[in-house]
């Protein structure tokens, strides 16, 4: 009988170390606090009913306070893995506290590996943002800025000869925004994706050689909620190509240039299509205490169909945007995972529509800067 005990005990803790060596959970809290220049992404001038409204009473800033949890969990078991991740964040304003909002992301993943050179990849995504107001980046629809996101993807990834990773995949997400006034808007999109990568060495350091693209359909449907019939279905069709080259400086320091070509085609009114493009970088510097990552990119959008404006009228160009995008991460480990945590990020739109009758199509610049800490369990 004792035997069996002393058996039954060693088999137990045989399991329990088998579980623990093949799972690995890791949870993070940070804390950062900062100011934020124009959160709602407004333009300085507008008219309206005739009377001009100025910076003062159009931009909202605020000094703010992020709070953000991460929670992952990786879970193997011979040729299958599963990884789970809940990210909920909340920013808080001091200066006009209702304006603060908050949001829960969650994803779960998993794959199997057929054999060396095949794995079958899924992914289930869900995405809550409670948040209240308009976007400045809205053109034909209404834009409230809270919505709820349902998604699932799932594919192979295949080595197609040494030192590679190809994936093709396809995708469904539907968003529901929240109701803005008398209305309401809501969009299924579905499409195909595919990711190519090459690795090799050059002195003993690893350079990447990417491409990614995505096709994809996307259907709106606005619901008016005081019964006035209204044109709300839209049929947009997205095309976007990525192609980047990963370039390590030494083991600690990597940067990665790269071209987006991105387009938007209208197959409901033929008003909202563009082209857009521009190039990237963005850089990496990583030790053992210290992490920094930046990103910098110039981007243009050519709008097809719409004509730019003056407060005069029409300027004979079509709609062109161009933004300028920074930002940078930094976060310095003290000592058992307590990290001291900096950001800061810029996004400036420049275009050529300056009616100052119209809110949308216009220029802004939105900023925030921040200082903080985080612990990781």
């Known amino acids: 009988m004792q035997t069996r005990k002393i058996v039954f005990g060693i088999t137990v803790l045989l399991g329990i170390n088998l579980i623990c060596a093949q799972s690995k959970t890791s949870f993070e809290v940070e804390s950062q606090g900062g100011y934020e220049y124009n959160y709602f992404k407004s333009p300085k001038t507008i008219r309206s009913e005739g009377v001009v409204l100025t910076e003062n009473d159009l931009i909202a800033s605020s000094i703010y306070q992020d709070i953000e949890v991460t929670y992952r969990y990786r879970y193997k078991w011979g040729k299958n893995r599963i990884r789970l991740l809940a990210n909920p964040f909340s920013r808080l ?3 006009n506290f209702d ?4 949001s829960l992301n969650t994803t779960a993943k998993y794959d199997h590996k057929f054999s ?5 990849l899924t992914e289930l995504r869900f995405k809550r943002m409670n948040r209240e107001g308009l976007g400045g980046d809205q053109d034909v629809l209404i834009n409230p800025l809270g919505y709820t996101n349902y998604g699932a993807t799932a594919g192979l990834e295949f080595i ?3 030192n590679n990773e190809t994936r093709v995949e396809s995708f469904y997400n539907f968003k529901d925004f929240d109701a803005f006034g008398v209305r309401d808007l809501e969009f299924d999109e579905y499409g195909v994706q595919f990711t190519t990568v090459q690795s090799f060495d050059v002195n003993s350091l690893e350079h990447k050689l990417g491409f990614s693209a995505y096709a994809k359909k996307r259907k ?5 909620a005081s019964e006035i019939d209204s044109d709300g279905e839209r049929d947009w069709d ?8 990963q370039l390590p400086i030494n083991e600690k320091l990597r940067i990665t240039p790269n071209v987006v070509y991105y387009k938007r085609i209208d197959n409901s009114t033929g008003r909202s299509g563009f082209n857009q493009f521009g190039p990237g970088i963005t850089m990496l ?3 053992k205490a210290t992490k920094i990552r930046s990103g910098l990119s110039f981007i243009t959008r050519n709008y097809t169909d719409i004509d730019a404006r003056d407060t005069e009228g029409l300027i004979g160009d079509k709609l062109k945007y161009e933004y300028a995008n920074f930002s940078i991460n930094a976060s310095h480990e003290i000592r058992n995972g307590f990290s ?3 950001t800061l990020y810029s996004r400036v739109r420049s275009t050529n529509y300056t009616d100052i009758d119209a809110r949308s199509f216009r220029n802004y610049r939105n900023q925030y800067i921040g200082l903080g800490v985080s612990w990781k369990l």
């Open 99 to 102: 304006d603060s909002y908050w």
């Open 160 to 162: 197609l000869f040494d």
């Open 285 to 287: 510097y990583k030790n």
């Open 220 to 224: 709106y449907e606005t619901f008016n």
């Open 116 to 120: 060396k050179k095949t794995t079958f």
């Open 238 to 245: 997205y095309l976007k190509g990525n192609l980047f080259y």
């Open 340 to 342: 001291i945590t900096s």
């Open 93 to 95: 304003f001091y200066e």
